[in-house]
């Protein structure tokens, strides 16, 4: 019999400043903290976590590696709240005919990049 697997359940960020990243995200997504500590902070958003680390040796910033994508209902409402948030549009928006779906790429004020996803 095989393993099940059943979603990405957490997706780790790692920032130059906590507090910032902290900033962002929950007015971004209207969401509380689930764990704050001095060098992270969690959040569920929806089914899935956000967890936000600060940088350290084996772990510095950046805006490269994999993205996760949240679905959102309204993509544009997140992209102005983003950049009134202190975010910008990093990638996008970008229609994807074969998912139908259309994607943008924010990069926080901290450099992080996340992904938001709306059904078209």
């Known amino acids: 019999m095989m393993s099940k697997v059943f ?11 906590i507090s910032d990243s902290s900033k962002f995200y929950q007015p971004l997504f209207d969401v509380e903290p689930i764990e704050v500590q001095q060098n992270f902070v969690s959040f569920l958003i929806g089914n899935s976590i956000l967890e936000i680390c600060l940088e350290d040796d084996k772990n510095p910033s950046s ?18 709240k983003a950049s009134e948030l202190g975010g910008e549009v990093f990638r996008g928006p970008i229609e994807v ?3 139908n779906t259309k994607i943008v790429q924010i990069k926080d004020p ?3 990049i996340i992904g938001l ?4």
């Open 63 to 80: 805006t490269g590696g994999a993205i996760g994508y949240w679905q959102v209902d309204d993509l544009e409402y997140f992209i102005k």
């Open 110 to 112: 901290c450099g992080s």
């Open 117 to 120: 996803e709306q059904a078209l």
């Open 7 to 17: 979603g990405l359940r957490t997706l780790r960020l790692i920032s130059n400043n």
């Open 97 to 99: 005919k074969e998912t």
